[in-house]
């Protein structure tokens, strides 16, 4: 033994009730949310706790008026790019119009109670309506009953409230991390891509059409009425996406001019109001919204619809959109802070859409979550806290309770064209492009993604592309990496040899570095992985001299291990002592290291096989070689002699 | 910067091409299989390439009269043990008694030509005979209509044939490798069970009978017919039962009394039906096998029902069972080469399971694979080639042509003796308490599919075992463990502070290691974590003097990462910079850096910002710090002179 002072600590077995506390902990409470109220006085305690349950509370004592300057501007702008998005979505779900407005109503005020983030703005999405209609409507048709498809509506949002809150008090936020930014990306641009084919029905002013998604039947059923074309609608249409076009044009220009285009939805929908009105648009074959009544939410508790028939349908939407609108809310909210350097809890924000959803359900509002494009103009006004969802919250109420009937006069092609134009933002050419450059695998999620949404359906869609990320991390663990190890010259350092070409390998020992995690699903790749190099060094040196005679493990990576993994371990120790060939193994983590004693495999090849670094186990080795080489050497001499 | 003469090698950034086909044989082709004819010529090559596929080639033509002895006598052993469990697993199947033999003559010489395996031996297994019993039983009653119960069991048999040979030709054995040990255990001891449960009709003898196999129905059956309960054959099923008990317990203590074992069934079998001849056992209430008839296993391949009714149930039965088939087979044939240290080709034992499933389901044989005790018994008989299968199928032809009549007086009683006896060995109690001991998890894995199996169904028990194990997986790339190193002293070795307390931090200066993979399913974990490392760390040191200066990232451990990944860097990045810290990087792996590369981050933080190891970082850190420091006391000298 050569002299190596630092030696691997074996006294750390820690017990199955500290390790249990310290996974569950890191599983679901990784941002470790109490330690704020740790050491603090009962009192206190309880008054932190309550802040940090409803963050209402901590915000609004410090609320001032110079805070409520900026979230006024910033409210108001939202309200007017609300009352248009949230008829124009309603459309897409098959929903009466004024719903839309119901929804911006009540649940920025339960968000701004609940919700963590500062410059989210609550509303309702375009992609979640259209998967609503497209699962509920398979089930009920909403032309032939739509009092019951309503009311599965708000059934199906209560569900999406309960699983949310659910998911939130439960810490589960884990979930949401397995959409990965891949799979949301292309989900956005398919579902971009169908909803602005659904939208050739109200450009071109049709009346039959397709209760399917995919692009092949939209497009059969735009280019099979082609009889109901309306040249006078197109052209309206085609004028109103023209000017939204053109003002979103201008604030990527002019990043400060934003607000012409956070107004000009509003601006298309009074113009379409005036011009449907005056011209007497309907006779001309443009159909207007028609019939939008005064007063608030009516209560819709009653209405829920438990009935066993619609029970799978109602679940289903409720879980898929919830996820989906969860997956959206807190990605939006998230990049928002990071921007300004502040953090969203996660798990919070998935308690307030819980919230959110629930009393949506009860007073006649379907899905919300945090919608891009208006979180981006809430944060573009210059938000400063929840507060001006409140706001948004308020005018809402006044445009409920006195403006609405204004609204019935807007042309369905002017929903239409403010549909398309908010849809053609969200196709994100750059990032399958950087995607497709970066990460091939990546794009090939992305695409399923984007192809399944356009192609067959939502959810399918959907259901590919997050099949495929796992089908990836399952790969991930079932082939981890390993390397040779190689000396840098004039170091003790050891790196990988295909990567650092410079570096040498010692005659005689074969260093290793063994991927994360070691588990059953990748044992048997780690055994047959470790044994061709092996067999592949001793391919190389056919002279007896260069025969290897030591393997040495670097373990430094291994965060993780179960009892197939160390079972492996003691395979490839048997089948490398049949060959003649020490194995040793060098840094073992904690985790890696206390099953490897429970498991006895620690005392089978002996503590004195343990290594702290990589270099000590080189010299032990090469410390052993000599003295056999030198022993050989003798006994030859002594048989000479 | 400090004189790090070791630089981190920025140019070796390969193609998509070779990463994408290295991957590629990495996940598919691990073992490597052509490497050993890659340099020969043509005509040789050609023979290799043969004898590659056809193991048979290369054993055959070096067989002599000293092996064939050995394989002699190992194949009339597991002869004798082949014709009471063939018959035993039929009835356990709900299938004519003389299927069970017929499965026991075809396969074993489909398995001789392309086996890899010398020890395996070839038959029926008692689990998947419940399965197929329990899937297919469900749909068509093989009471009410035998004939087509039969002709669905020959077509679930092809199935499996064809997913099997499927599995092997694309490379797919990585599918196996998702069965984990745990969940075998369980499974198997679980199937144990029910299946020792079940012998209790015929023990009892009893008439009446449940279709359902968990443990509430089967115990309800039994105690429910108590007026069918015959004590005369539970009388002479608990003295069978002792005898092959005590047999095998004789073998335990004396190995090399094996064959004791190994005959007792068969022994049991001549026992019964001498016993049944003579003493008119009918009469008494123990029922018989029946009607045996001599000859050679009619084709079956018209029989083979593909109408779409029954598809879904025979496709499901042939895919289950074949996947188990496979996992027992390939688990045992490994594990008596590794006692040999020799080396099986699971991809290759797939593609002979195929082909012998497909042949079998031609010629009136139902599923076949290499089960546990037969094999034990081939082995410790001291076969030497795979032509133990084929004296087996001789052995078992001559049976078929002459004897076969003869085994139509067995009672049922002693095959339920026999079975029980077989399961009472497969419960291992060992296993699952060294997994209690060593890894929780693995023993959660291990009885979710022991209850499942037992209290509600065979599939529902293996899913749910299943799905757990691969939770694990995902939780174990959705939680990779960080820790914070330090320096051990006297050395260059930084490491977990945890695990080593007696290392040090040094001030200023956070040291991270990171776990692997990086990807979207745990970026926001990776990033909460890293920031909350930063926060503890100037939570510990309020004075201003210790606040955290740089943080070094050691991502030496991390072998792969995905768009999402990087992402997370750069927010981290920003993040720290806001804060003034600097980030760093220590020995990022060449599929990290490629991607860091592509993706500009290493352009973003500067290629001086990394290092090939800690202590490099360490010291050019430190000489920043201390170059400020001195910077801001020869300042505040300056002001004061």
Same mark, same amino acid.
């Given at each position: 033994?050569?002299?190596?002072?630092?030696?691997?600590?074996?006294?750390?077995?820690?017990?199955?009730?500290?390790?249990?506390?310290?996974?569950?902990?890191?599983?679901?409470?990784?941002?470790?949310?109490?330690?704020?109220?740790?050491?603090?006085?009962?009192?206190?305690?309880?008054?932190?706790?309550?802040?940090?349950?409803?963050?209402?509370?901590?915000?609004?004592?410090?609320?001032?008026?110079?805070?409520?300057?900026?979230?006024?501007?910033?409210?108001?702008?939202?309200?007017?790019?609300?009352?248009?998005?949230?008829?124009?979505?309603?459309?897409?779900?098959?929903?009466?119009?004024?719903?839309?407005?119901?929804?911006?109503?009540?649940?920025?005020?339960?968000?701004?109670?609940?919700?963590?983030?500062?410059?989210?703005?609550?509303?309702?999405?375009?992609?979640?309506?259209?998967?609503?209609?497209?699962?509920?409507?398979?089930?009920?048709?909403?032309?032939?009953?739509?009092?019951?498809?309503?009311?599965?509506?708000?059934?199906?949002?209560?569900?999406?409230?309960?699983?949310?809150?659910?998911?939130?008090?439960?810490?589960?936020?884990?979930?949401?991390?397995?959409?990965?930014?891949?799979?949301?990306?292309?989900?956005?641009?398919?579902?971009?891509?169908?909803?602005?084919?659904?939208?050739?029905?109200?450009?071109?002013?049709?009346?039959?059409?397709?209760?399917?998604?995919?692009?092949?039947?939209?497009?059969?059923?735009?280019?099979?009425?082609?009889?109901?074309?309306?040249?006078?609608?197109?052209?309206?249409?085609?004028?109103?996406?023209?000017?939204?076009?053109?003002?979103?044009?201008?604030?990527?220009?002019?990043?400060?001019?934003?607000?012409?285009?956070?107004?000009?939805?509003? *601006?298309? =929908?009074?113009? /379409?109001?005036?011009?449907?009105?005056? #011209?007497? @648009? !309907?006779?001309?074959? $443009?159909?207007?919204?028609?019939?939008?009544?005064?007063?608030?939410?009516?209560?819709?508790?009653?209405?829920?619809?438990?009935?066993?028939?619609?029970?799978? *349908?109602? =679940?289903?939407? /409720?879980?898929?959109?919830?996820?989906? #609108?969860? @997956? !959206?809310?807190?990605? $939006?909210?998230?990049?928002?802070?990071?921007?300004?350097?502040?953090?969203?809890?996660?798990?919070?924000?998935?308690?307030?859409?819980?919230?959110?959803?629930?009393?949506?359900?009860?007073?006649?509002?379907?899905?919300?979550?945090?919608?891009?494009?208006?979180?981006?103009?809430?944060?573009?006004?210059?938000?400063?806290?929840?507060?001006?969802?409140?706001?948004?919250?308020?005018?809402?109420?006044?445009?409920?309770?006195?403006?609405?009937?204004?609204?019935?006069?807007?042309?369905?092609?002017?929903?239409?064209?403010?549909?398309?134009?908010?849809?053609?933002?969200?196709?994100?050419?750059?990032?399958?492009?950087?995607?497709?450059?970066?990460?091939?695998?990546?794009?090939?999620?992305?695409?399923?993604?984007?192809?399944?949404?356009?192609?067959?359906?939502?959810?399918?869609?959907?259901?590919?592309?997050?099949?495929?990320?796992?089908?990836?991390?399952?790969?991930?663990?079932?082939?981890?990496?390993?390397?040779?190890?190689?000396?840098?010259?004039?170091?003790?350092?050891?790196?990988?040899?295909?990567?650092?070409?410079?570096?040498?390998?010692?005659?005689?020992?074969?260093?290793?570095?063994?991927?994360?995690?070691?588990?059953?699903?990748?044992?048997?790749?780690?055994?047959?992985?470790?044994?061709?190099?092996?067999?592949?060094?001793?391919?190389?040196?056919?002279?007896?001299?260069?025969?290897?005679?030591?393997?040495?493990?670097?373990?430094?990576?291994?965060?993780?291990?179960?009892?197939?993994?160390?079972?492996?371990?003691?395979?490839?120790?048997?089948?490398?002592?049949?060959?003649?060939?020490?194995?040793?193994?060098?840094?073992?983590?904690?985790?890696?290291?206390?099953?490897?004693?429970?498991?006895?495999?620690?005392?089978?090849?002996?503590?004195?096989?343990?290594?702290?670094?990589?270099?000590?186990?080189?010299?032990?080795?090469?410390?052993?070689?000599?003295?056999?080489?030198?022993?050989?050497?003798?006994?030859?001499?002594?048989?000479?002699?």
């Amino acid at each position: 033994m050569t002299n190596s002072s630092h030696m691997v600590n074996f006294a750390s077995s820690r017990g199955f009730c500290t390790t249990f506390k310290s996974d569950c902990k890191e599983t679901f409470f990784p941002d470790d949310p109490f330690h704020k109220f740790k050491d603090e006085k009962p009192l206190h305690k309880a008054k932190k706790i309550i802040q940090y349950f409803i963050p209402l509370f901590e915000w609004l004592p410090k609320y001032n008026l110079r805070l409520l300057r900026y979230d006024l501007l910033a409210g108001i702008t939202i309200t007017s790019l609300a009352i248009p998005q949230g008829i124009s979505y309603a459309k897409l779900a098959d929903l009466p119009p004024i719903i839309g407005l119901y929804s911006s109503f009540i649940p920025p005020f339960v968000y701004a109670i609940f919700g963590s983030s500062k410059h989210l703005a609550v509303g309702t999405v375009a992609a979640n309506s259209l998967l609503i209609a497209e699962t509920i409507g398979n089930k009920v048709s909403p032309k032939d009953n739509p009092t019951l498809y309503l009311h599965l509506v708000f059934t199906a949002t209560f569900f999406t409230g309960i699983f949310q809150l659910a998911l939130g008090f439960l810490r589960l936020g884990i979930l949401v991390d397995f959409l990965s930014h891949s799979t949301i990306t292309g989900f956005m641009g398919g579902t971009a891509i169908i909803i602005c084919l659904q939208q050739l029905k109200g450009i071109f002013g049709l009346k039959h059409f397709t209760t399917h998604t995919d692009v092949v039947s939209v497009l059969r059923a735009v280019f099979s009425h082609r009889n109901e074309w309306r040249w006078q609608s197109a052209v309206v249409g085609v004028v109103f996406l023209c000017f939204l076009q053109f003002t979103r044009y201008l604030r990527q220009r002019k990043p400060k001019l934003f607000w012409i285009s956070a107004m000009s939805p509003m *601006v298309v =929908v009074v113009v /379409g109001c005036l011009f449907a009105y005056f #011209a007497h @648009a !309907e006779k001309h074959g $443009i159909n207007i919204v028609g019939d939008l009544k005064k007063g608030l939410n009516p209560p819709s508790i009653q209405h829920l619809n438990f009935e066993s028939q619609y029970l799978p *349908v109602t =679940v289903r939407a /409720g879980l898929v959109t919830g996820l989906i #609108a969860l @997956a !959206e809310g807190i990605a $939006i909210g998230r990049s928002f802070a990071i921007i300004k350097n502040e953090q969203t809890d996660g798990n919070k924000e998935i308690i307030a859409f819980g919230f959110m959803n629930i009393i949506g359900s009860f007073t006649s509002c379907y899905l919300t979550t945090g919608p891009f494009s208006k979180t981006a103009v809430n944060f573009n006004a210059g938000c400063r806290t929840a507060m001006s969802n409140v706001i948004m919250g308020f005018c809402m109420m006044l445009t409920l309770l006195f403006l609405a009937p204004l609204f019935s006069n807007t042309p369905l092609v002017a929903l239409s064209a403010i549909i398309m134009s908010a849809m053609l933002g969200l196709i994100n050419y750059e990032e399958i492009i950087h995607l497709f450059k970066v990460d091939k695998f990546d794009f090939v999620i992305c695409m399923a993604a984007f192809l399944g949404v356009s192609f067959i359906s939502m959810d399918v869609g959907l259901m590919l592309s997050v099949g495929l990320a796992l089908l990836r991390a399952l790969l991930y663990v079932a082939r981890p990496a390993s390397c040779k190890l190689g000396k840098i010259p004039n170091s003790s350092l050891y790196r990988d040899t295909e990567q650092y070409p410079g570096s040498t390998t010692i005659e005689g020992i074969l260093v290793l570095q063994l991927g994360s995690p070691i588990y059953f699903a990748n044992c048997t790749y780690i055994r047959e992985r470790t044994l061709r190099y092996v067999q592949e060094e001793q391919g190389i040196s056919d002279s007896k001299s260069d025969v290897i005679e030591h393997v040495l493990l670097d373990l430094s990576g291994v965060s993780s291990i179960d009892m197939t993994g160390i079972e492996t371990f003691v395979e490839i120790r048997r089948i490398l002592d049949a060959k003649g060939i020490k194995l040793a193994i060098v840094n073992p983590r904690i985790e890696v290291l206390e099953k490897m004693t429970l498991a006895k495999f620690t005392d089978a090849i002996g503590k004195e096989s343990f290594y702290l670094s990589i270099e000590d186990a080189v010299q032990s080795c090469l410390f052993t070689l000599n003295s056999k080489k030198t022993a050989t050497e003798s006994s030859n001499d002594q048989n000479v002699a």
